[in-house]
């Protein structure tokens, strides 16, 4: 039954949320079309809880909110801290998804070109955006004033997974459904 021990470790594994011994064991009846003894699922995972307690693992497996979750241990939860800290600073607002998206699809913009879309203040926004270095200044509009265009950065492009700008969805690739607003009615 060592596959066994292997299954339900993935299954916990993967799943984002506490997994409780009946769940598992629905999941291992339906995949190998054949009734598993409730004794074995428990076996196993108290297997698995003895496994991961040894110091060679920097998680455990932890009985919790009814199932069981693979769980880092106190010793690396400074670590985890700084990693979570630093991955909140990487987080986009609302607010600056909007504006990179009017950036990304009519740069080089000026912020005057921007807060017209989008009908507020984007100062924060784009401060924001340059800070993340998702948005880079591209020159000088030779418009009244001479606003600062911007346009976006080889960082943009990592952050989304694209090589060009000419991977972005177009409007035309969007259904219609999704361009309209409020309901239809008959």
């Not at 241990?73 to 909007?98: C, D, F, M, N, V």
């Not at 504006?99 to 989008?118: F, H, N």
């Not at 060009?164 to 219609?176: G, R, T, V």
Request: charged share 30%.
């Amino acid at each position: 039954m060592d596959f066994l021990h292997r299954h339900i470790e993935a299954l916990i594994f993967c799943s984002p949320n506490p997994l409780g011994e009946s769940e598992i064991l629905k999941c291992l009846e339906e995949m190998f079309e054949a009734e598993i003894p409730e004794k074995d699922i428990s076996s196993a995972i108290e297997a698995l809880r003895e496994k991961y307690a040894a110091e060679d693992f920097s998680f455990a497996l932890e009985k919790i909110g009814g199932g069981y979750q693979f769980l880092t241990k106190p010793a690396y939860q400074t670590s985890i801290g700084i990693l979570l800290k630093q991955q909140s600073k990487k987080r986009l607002s609302t607010a600056q998804l909007e504006t990179l998206s009017i950036i990304a699809y009519k740069q080089p913009v000026t912020k005057g070109d921007i807060e017209q879309i989008r009908g507020v203040n984007s100062d924060y926004s784009v401060q924001k955006l340059l800070d993340k270095e998702l948005v880079e200044i591209k020159g000088k509009s030779e418009g009244l004033g001479r606003p600062i265009l911007y346009g976006t950065s080889d960082k943009f492009m990592e952050y989304f997974g694209i090589n060009s700008i000419q991977d972005l969805p177009q409007p035309k690739d969007f259904a219609k459904q999704d361009n309209e607003i409020g309901e239809e009615r008959e």
